[in-house]
């Protein structure tokens, strides 16, 4: 995985200025040189994630790597479903009191 993905994987998972499309617009600017066979599917969800904040934070700009949308997506939708700590623990306590349920993905 390249330094710049690396550094916007890290970014969006910290607490920056997100009201400020230069940062993302430049990161993902440069990885439109990258060579897309190196990032695997989990590098691809986590672009998908980035492109949903951009394009509902920026909408009046075009997302740098718009030429990916569809793979992104594509590896967002294979990624497996699990469910949170929270959706196991909530699992465990109505099949405790026996309540039918069944685990919900969004």
Not at 34 to 42: E, G
Not at 70 to 86: D, G, H, I, W
Not at 90 to 99: C, E, P, Q, T
Request: hydrophobic share 45%; with cysteine.
């Amino acid at each position: 995985m390249t330094l710049i993905l690396k550094i916007l994987l890290t970014l969006r998972g910290h607490c920056i200025d997100w009201s400020k499309s230069d940062i993302f617009v430049t990161l993902l600017s440069s990885l439109r040189t990258v060579n897309q066979a190196l990032l695997n599917d989990i590098h691809l969800t986590q672009l998908h994630m980035v492109f949903l904040h951009f394009q509902l934070e920026f909408p009046a700009h075009n997302f740098p790597l718009a030429h990916m949308q569809s793979e992104l997506f594509r590896a967002f939708k294979c990624q497996e479903p699990r469910p949170s700590r929270l959706q196991r623990d909530v699992a465990a306590a109505l099949s405790r009191i026996g309540w039918d349920h069944a685990f919900e993905y969004i």
